[in-house]
């Protein structure tokens, strides 16, 4: 069973990021710049810790 992976990279400004990727390719969320990798990464455990009991709230702009 193919699953998901998380893609860190560094932007055109020099910043990290990471995107998270569907097992098809398919970007599904990326996250916010971050100054340094470590920081990328504390922002991936925090996804990969929150998701599973985030709520679902509809908005309406």
């Known amino acids: ?19 998270l990727k569907a097992s ?14 470590s920081a990328c990464m ?3 455990e925090s996804v990969r810790k929150n998701a599973a009991t985030a709520t679902i709230e509809e908005v309406k702009d």
């Open 1 to 19: 069973m193919a699953v998901g992976k998380f893609e860190v990279y560094t932007d055109k400004a020099g910043k990290y990021r990471f995107r």
């Open 42 to 44: 504390n922002g991936i």
């Open 24 to 37: 098809n390719g398919e970007i599904i969320a990326v996250g916010e710049s971050y100054s340094s990798k």
